[in-house]
Nanobody
Framework: QVQLVESGGGLVQPGGSLRLSCAAS????????IGWFRQTPGKEREGVSC????????YYTDSVKGRFTISRDNAKNTVYLQMNSLKPEDTGVYYC??????????????????????WGQGTQVTVSS
């Protein structure tokens, strides 16, 4: 059974850090591009960061550049999102998605989320004092 499971969300004060994990089962993550998307009430799901499978290619949306780092550990079949210097506007439900590498990682992060193949259930991140 193909499954993506996110973890690592929580409540953190502004300026704090969290590391999200996206663990896959039922398929090999290194055959796929992986993306982190977030959704806040009243807004569409947006691509935050995406990473390629075999090659080290990454994309970040402008609002998180210099603060977030996406990485992968193919031996653990897991992708991470290290989030530093968190801001209240980073609050949202964070989802990971996997898709075949038929596009660039930038394109993956910018495309309609409904076009992507596999999704996790999401993990809540709340940045608040």
């Amino acid at each position: 059974q193909v499954q993506l499971v996110e973890s690592g969300g929580g409540l953190v004060q502004p300026g704090g850090s969290l590391r999200l994990s996206c663990a896959a089962s039922g398929f090999r993550l290194d055959y796929y591009n992986i993306g982190w998307f977030r959704q806040t009430p009243g807004k569409e799901r947006e691509g935050v960061s995406c990473i390629s499978g075999r090659e080290i290619s990454t994309y970040y949306t402008d609002s998180v550049k210099g603060r977030f780092t996406i990485s992968r550990d193919n031996a653990k079949n897991t992708v991470y999102l290290q989030m530093n210097s968190l801001k209240p506007e980073d609050t949202g439900v964070y989802y990971c998605a996997a898709d075949l590498p038929v596009t660039t990682v930038q394109a993956m992060c910018l495309m309609n989320p409904s076009s992507l193949g596999y999704w996790g259930q999401g993990t809540q991140v709340t940045v608040s004092s």
